[in-house]
């Protein structure tokens, strides 16, 4: 079992940052990718970030690309993104997720809900114009 606590999430004015931050514990050992959904009430699941937990190089939507970063902590289990220039438009619950199967790898599936296996309870930011 993994379970994935999310913090960070809060009000802030266009342009301005905000940190995300997801710390994973349990069976972290088959911990193979992590990644970031947001979701607004009545819509769909969107996918945000993934990165794996080895070399691979990290994903981005179109509509975050330059603005946001995906990393991760190994050691301490931990995910982060850190989210620059805010939009309005970024305004969402945003959620955690992990993948343990290695089911996320390839362009084709981490944007795919389905292919994690464990999800954060969501923290909401909301950005201001």
């Known amino acids: 079992q993994v379970q994935l606590v999310e913090s960070g999430g809060g009000l802030v004015q266009a342009g301005g940052s905000l940190r995300l931050s997801c710390a994973a514990s349990g069976r972290t050992f088959n911990f193979y990718h992590g990644a970031w959904f947001r979701q607004v009430p009545g819509e769909d699941r969107e996918f945000v970030a993934r990165?794996?937990?080895?070399?691979?190089?990290?994903a981005y939507a179109d509509s975050v690309k330059g603005r946001f970063t995906i990393s991760r902590d190994n050691a301490k289990n931990t995910l982060y993104l850190q989210m620059n220039s805010l939009k309005p438009e970024d305004t969402a619950a945003y959620y955690c997720?992990?993948?343990?199967?290695?089911?996320?790898?390839?362009?084709?599936?981490?944007?795919?809900?389905?292919?994690?296996?464990?999800w954060g309870q969501g923290t909401q930011v909301t950005v201001s114009s």
């Open positions: 997720a992990v993948d343990t199967y290695g089911r996320a790898g390839s362009s084709t599936t981490w944007s795919l809900p389905a292919k994690y296996d464990y």
């Open positions: 990165i794996g937990w080895g070399l691979s190089t990290p």
